[in-house]
């Protein structure tokens, strides 16, 4: 089980470091990109046909690229009023068993999600399909959603695995409102 968790948190420290700065540089640069945008529009009255395209498609794949961040810090669907309003009448088995039933629910709605996105992708691939400047193909896009969702779910599966050692183990008792509330 040890092994299992070291293993666990090894892949999350190596998602959240790396998507977790892919994303915070691409809204970066879109942000400043989309500044630059304004700038030309409204100063020099010109832009670039696919710019708006670029920055929508660019924040919504920074957006995707971030979901897995958000599901290792688990502050993705946080239920924290009910959470606690268990936590305080001292229903720790209860939160716990909250904790496996998100993490499940969360594993396998977001894996669904993923995996039915390739008939979109192979329509969008297959019919060339493009922004509406129609510079910018949509397949790079659906793919990033795809990987974002499916992320988000083998993340939110090794977290229940966690929860299920976690429980097993009897952690539930003993843990403090904070780390009980990340459901």
């Not at 009255?45 to 929508?56: L, N, S």
């Not at 496996?100 to 629910?105: D, T, W």
């Not at 083998?154 to 003993?174: K, M, N, T, V, Y």
Request: aromatic share 12%; hydrophobic share 55%; charged share 15%.
């Amino acid at each position: 089980m040890d092994g299992f968790l070291a293993f666990s948190q090894r892949v999350k420290d190596i998602v959240d470091r790396v998507l977790g700065g892919l994303a915070a540089s691409m809204m970066i640069v879109l942000t400043l990109f989309a500044l630059l945008e304004i700038i030309r529009r409204y100063i020099f009255g010109v832009v670039f046909e696919w710019g708006q395209d670029a920055i929508i498609v660019g924040m919504v794949s920074a957006v995707a690229f971030y979901f897995g961040v958000t599901q290792i810090r688990r502050s993705h669907l946080v239920m924290n009023a009910i959470v606690q309003l268990i936590h305080s009448r001292g229903h720790r088995s209860a939160v716990g068993l909250l904790k496996i039933i998100v993490s499940a629910s969360i594993a396998l709605f977001c894996g669904a999600v993923g995996v039915t996105g390739w008939p979109t992708l192979d329509y969008a691939w297959t019919r060339d399909l493009s922004t509406y400047s129609l510079i910018i193909p949509l397949w790079p896009f659906y793919l990033i959603l795809m990987f974002g969702f499916l992320l988000m779910a083998f993340i939110a599966f090794l977290q229940l695995i966690e929860d299920i050692i976690s429980f097993a183990r009897g952690e539930h008792h003993d843990a403090d409102i904070e780390v009980t509330t990340d459901v």
